[in-house]
């Protein structure tokens, strides 16, 4: 397979983004890939944001993965810095191919880069194989994620 | 009781709110009250960035509580926004009165008003107390958090 790169998601890579979010079996209930508006909407407010960082990763022209990287400031812990990834994606197609892996791993340094001391994130209790996935990158399962929609 | 305000945090709250973050079974080893200035730095970098809400709560004049709000916009969801409450703290003095409540109800209303469609947050797993506190406000334990201290 060719070269991997991992840069800044724009416009242009919002019908792949919304693909990839669709082709899941949480996913599928919750996305619109027949209207990219309120994407492309959110894609705007993202990257004007310097605390947040949407990337794509792209192999041969094509877009196989996507990731948010969150920084977030705060008083605990000796005013420590965390970041948070949201919203993990990996094209089928690149399943195996330790793409997975590989973003995680841009992920943590990309925090380090921008001082930060913990990387966190939350997974659905339904999927055990990504908390396996995890738990090999060195993440520790130490939290319970609560979540209340409005 | 008096009445209660909950603001945004300034600096000559900082003690206080140390205080707090350090009067915990798990705080007690991370904080250094006797060094505020990493705190300071931090609130400075936190009260500049528009998607940060860290407040406290105050009755006759004293700080009794603390929390941070975090606004989150994203692709996932149909470009849902979302935010992240962190570092919930509550007095001693003021356990069982009702003000964590009041402050998580804070939170939920203020994510509303900034447009957020899911409000989450991570406890640690021995939390066990603050877990069925969540859950009679609503909240869903659904995710497993992961951290990797850097």
């Not at 919304?18 to 705007?44: H, I, N």
């Not at 997975?100 to 380090?112: C, D, K, L, N, P």
């Amino acid at each position: 397979m060719g070269d991997l790169e991992i840069r800044p998601a724009v416009p242009d890579d919002v019908p792949a983004i919304v693909a990839m979010l669709a082709d899941d079996p949480l996913g599928a209930q919750r996305e619109s890939p027949d209207d990219l508006a309120p994407y492309l909407t959110a894609l705007d407010r993202v990257s004007r944001d310097p605390n947040q960082h949407l990337v794509v990763a792209v192999r041969e022209d094509r877009v196989v993965g996507t990731l948010q990287l969150t920084i977030i400031a705060g008083l605990s812990r000796k005013g420590m810095t965390r970041s948070i990834i949201e919203g993990v994606r990996v094209h089928a197609d690149e399943r195996g191919s330790g793409l997975g892996t590989r973003f995680i791993e841009w992920a943590v340094e990309q925090s380090r880069r921008e001082g930060c001391q913990l990387v966190q994130l939350t997974s659905d209790a339904t999927r055990t194989d990504a908390h396996r996935f995890y738990e090999r990158l060195g993440f520790t399962a130490s939290h319970v994620g609560f979540k209340l929609p409005l």
